[in-house]
T-cell receptor, first 109, second 114 residues
Framework: RKEVEQDPGPFNVPEGATVAFNCTYS??????FFWYRQDCRKEPKLLMS???SGNEDGRFTAQLNRASQYISLLIRDSKLSDSATYLC??????????FGDGTTLTVKP | NAGVTQTPKFQVLKTGQSMTLQCAQD?????MYWYRQDPGMGLRLIYY???????DKGEVPNGYNVSRLNKREFSLRLESAAPSQTSVYFC?????????????FGPGTRLTVL
């Protein structure tokens, strides 16, 4: 079993749709959680950190459920520019992080 | 402020050749990382350096060596390249931003081993 698992998709949604991604992790000692975005053939960039109480950044909402060991990302009112691969990232200690394989989102007109 | 830079951007090697991938950051970060990304997969950690003078193995260190030359630079060396090392290599440094703990990535090196 992988340490961090994501549904690979692809998710194909129309503009304006709401879409949610889930991610599960196996290490109960994990301490930090993130969503990164990666555009085709580009480097990953931090989308948002995920906090225990949940957090929101504009159209993006991230949730953490420590008991069930999963993280979610909700995107509301999808834009064409949201098309990308979304990487779930979990950190344990010493700054080391484990990346999921990513979920691909395509937003269509 | 260039962030994280990597050279070269592209490289083709023959099996058995050696090469060094260079990485530098100008953000005064202590921690630096080397990852590889194979098609359709996430990033896998090769080596990391928590601070100048220290390096540790990650998930997939076999076939690689690293040097943390100074606080700015962290290089990755392939001593005898193999086709299984064909991949995209990303260097990253870690610091804090308005969004919290953040890894900043370089643009990547696309390596093909024939």
């Amino acid at each position: 079993r992988k340490e961090v698992e994501q549904d690979p998709g692809p998710f194909n949604v129309p503009e304006g749709a709401t879409v949610a991604f889930n991610c599960t992790y196996s290490n109960s000692a994990s301490q930090s959680f993130f969503w990164y975005r990666q555009d085709c053939r580009k480097e990953p960039k931090l989308l948002m950190s995920v906090y225990s109480s949940g957090n929101e950044d504009g159209r993006f909402t991230a949730q953490l459920n420590r008991a069930s060991q999963y993280i979610s990302l909700l995107i509301r009112d999808s834009k064409l520019s949201d098309s990308a691969t979304y990487l779930c990232v979990v950190g344990a200690n010493a700054g080391k992080s484990t990346f999921g394989d990513g979920t691909t989102l395509t937003v269509k007109p | 402020n260039a962030g994280v830079t990597q050279t070269p951007k592209f490289q083709v090697l023959k099996t058995g050749q050696s090469m060094t991938l260079q990485c530098a950051q100008d953000m005064n970060h202590n921690s630096m990382y080397w990852y590889r990304q194979d098609p359709g997969m996430g990033l896998r950690l090769i080596y990391y350096s928590a601070s100048e003078g220290t390096t540790d193995k990650g998930e997939v260190p076999n076939g690689y060596n690293v040097s943390r030359l100074n606080k700015r630079e962290f290089s990755l060396r392939l001593e005898s390249a193999a086709p299984s090392q064909t991949s995209v290599y990303f260097c990253a440094s870690r610091g804090t931003s308005g969004r919290g703990d953040t890894q900043y990535f370089g643009p990547g090196t696309r390596l093909t081993v024939l």
